[in-house]
């Protein structure tokens, strides 16, 4: 563990890196909220609500500073006080052979991880998002959820690791064989979670019949988008925030609308999401970002296989030989940083999809204003940034800033009623 070792200088620039970056671009965000807004959503934006933003902003980063300097000073406490080594030593001691131990490794580092981070989850979702009016998450659903988590985890992510350490310890290929083998697991829950994984979760009940059923049937009907079920999904139960999504595919397509999301949309506005949601499908967005993952999931793998050949990246953590577990472990503390530059392909890719989706709509629609309405009342209703700082958008953001995806409407119709003019001359 010296200096002179490029492993060591390399995870520690890495780190601490990220850390900087993301304080960097909180400050820088938080500044941008003095600034006054642009006329498309100003009057959006009465005083006591912009107070009411930048508290609640102030308040998100005050926990995700503390989160992450929590678990920064939790990493080189452990790292430097030569936890690791200890934990190796003590995981080979079990006897379950190397690819228990592995197995056994990465459990206890989950674990870890877990248990580190639920004071910040609970400081958040009943300190800051309580206090702002949003959280309906009781104490009861929020262990629930902790021990459904939890669950999940040892079913399906301990058998996963027990794969992934197999393969790296007695493969020549295993990167290959890893990649076709989490490509085929990712695929086969994309089909399964939705049956199985969401209804642990959330409460699925039929959209009444009725005058918006109706119209939720016809507009996917005329869109040609073949839709099984519309559900309401019990979203109210943690949040006061809105969504809606698909699960699903073909025939058995369901439609899944939060409940909060029924509360505060008129039907114009709910039919616009919903053509911006099957937009998303009919342009391919789900499977070119698919493809996209699967690209970096690929470059991922590589880039282990070739840590996990190096002693010297071992040396850093003060792990003595090669142990593909720990490698697995140790690598997962690199995967941030790595993850955050080559997440931000995806991110550009889905914030271009998003317009893309809003254009789909507004054809859907024949207009862009209730479209433009719904953007708007869930920006305000959820207190998001009006205008983030554009490396903060660059960064983090999947979705386009509302002041830029409200640009893109005017253009949209700026483009349709010259046409129209056009036309009619
Ligand atoms: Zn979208």
Not at 53 to 82: F, I, K, M, N
Not at 330 to 350: C, D, E, K, N
């Amino acid at each position: 563990m010296t200096l002179s070792n490029p492993w060591f200088l390399t995870a520690l620039l890495a780190v601490l890196g990220v850390f900087h970056l993301e304080l960097i671009v909180l400050v820088l965000n938080l500044a941008r909220l003095g600034r006054a807004l642009p006329s498309s959503i100003a009057p959006l934006y009465p005083e006591d609500t912009l107070q009411k933003l930048r508290e609640y902003l102030a308040d998100g980063a005050r926990v995700t500073v503390a989160q992450d300097a929590a678990s920064l000073a939790a990493l080189l406490a452990v790292w430097w006080g030569g936890g690791f080594g200890l934990l190796h030593e003590w995981a080979t001691q079990q006897g379950l052979g190397t690819v228990g131990t592995g197995v056994l490794e990465l459990a206890a580092v989950s674990l870890a991880g877990m248990a580190l981070n639920l004071p910040f989850e609970m400081w958040d979702t009943f300190g800051v998002e309580a206090r702002h009016g949003f959280n309906r998450t009781s104490w009861g659903t929020f262990w629930a959820d902790k021990l459904k988590t939890l669950l999940l985890m040892a079913l399906l992510g301990l058998p996963l690791a027990w794969v992934l350490v197999t393969f790296f310890e007695h493969q020549r290929l295993a990167a290959l064989w890893a990649w076709l083998f989490i490509a085929a697991f990712s695929l086969l829950m994309t089909f399964l979670s939705p049956r199985l994984l969401m209804p642990l979760f959330l409460k699925f009940t039929p959209l009444p019949e009725g005058e918006l059923r109706q119209a939720i049937l016809d507009l996917a009907h005329r869109l040609d988008f073949p839709v099984g079920e519309v559900s309401v999904v019990d979203g109210s139960r943690r949040s006061s925030k809105a969504n809606a999504f698909f699960a699903g595919f073909g025939r058995a397509r369901r439609i899944a609308l939060f409940d909060t999301l029924l509360e505060k949309h008129s039907q114009q506005e709910l039919q616009a999401v919903l053509a911006h949601e099957i937009g998303h499908s009919k342009l391919r967005h789900v499977w070119k970002h698919l493809a996209l993952g699967l690209l970096e999931l690929g470059f991922m793998l590589c880039l282990l296989a070739w840590t996990l050949q190096e002693p010297g990246f071992f040396a850093a953590f003060g792990i003595p030989g090669t142990p593909v577990g720990m490698g697995l472990v140790l690598f997962s503390i690199l995967y941030r940083p790595v993850g955050m530059l080559t997440g931000l392909a995806g991110l550009a890719l889905s914030r271009k999809h998003e317009y893309e989706a809003d254009a789909y709509a507004v054809r859907a629609m024949g207009s862009a204003a209730p479209l433009r309405e719904a953007l708007r009342k869930l920006c305000v209703d959820h207190l998001s940034h009006p205008q983030p700082h554009p490396l903060a958008v660059w960064l983090h953001h999947s979705h386009p800033p509302l002041v830029q995806r409200l640009a893109a409407l005017d253009r949209l119709e700026g483009l349709d009623s010259t046409r129209h003019s056009k036309g009619t001359r």
